[in-house]
Nanobody, 125 residues
Framework: VQLQASGGGLVQPGGSLRLSCPASERTANVYTMAWFRQEPGKEREFVSA????????YYADSVKGRFTISRDNAKNTVYLQMNSLKPEDTAVYYC???????????????????WGQGTLVTVSS
């Protein structure tokens, strides 16, 4: 599957952005979809994921209550709605997909097979 993240940009603290990640094929019940982010000089960090069968969302503690992951099965697209953005949310955001994997590895980027190019989110006044 091919992924292409978009929607990043410059936003003021407290603002909102919605990232999109359309896939080249059907993802519902096939792929677990996830978002990761990476700041310069830092390791890649898990942000959120939607499990392929249950559709249960998972979030990093740092974004819980502010970010919402969702998917539009008709469009084969996963979204990340980001509200109440903070300067520490500044990073390159990547969408990723995997077909198999146990729950305990959900937050491990190494367990994802497919990655889109990143989209830069900058939160600054």
């Amino acid at each position: 599957v091919q992924l292409q993240a978009s929607g990043g940009g410059l936003v003021q603290p407290g603002g909102s952005l919605r990232l999109s990640c359309p896939a080249s094929e059907r993802t519902a019940n096939v792929y677990t979809m996830a978002w990761f982010r990476q700041e310069p000089g830092k390791e890649r960090e898990f942000v959120s994921a939607l499990r392929r069968n249950s559709g249960t969302p998972y979030y990093a503690d740092s974004v819980k209550g502010r970010f919402t992951i969702s998917r539009d099965n008709a469009k084969n697209t996963v979204y990340l709605q980001m509200n109440s953005l903070k300067p520490e949310d500044t990073a390159v955001y990547y969408c990723a997909a995997r077909q198999t994997g146990i729950l305990s590895t959900l937050r491990n980027g190494a367990m994802y097979n497919y990655w889109g190019q990143g989209t830069l989110v900058t939160v600054s006044s």
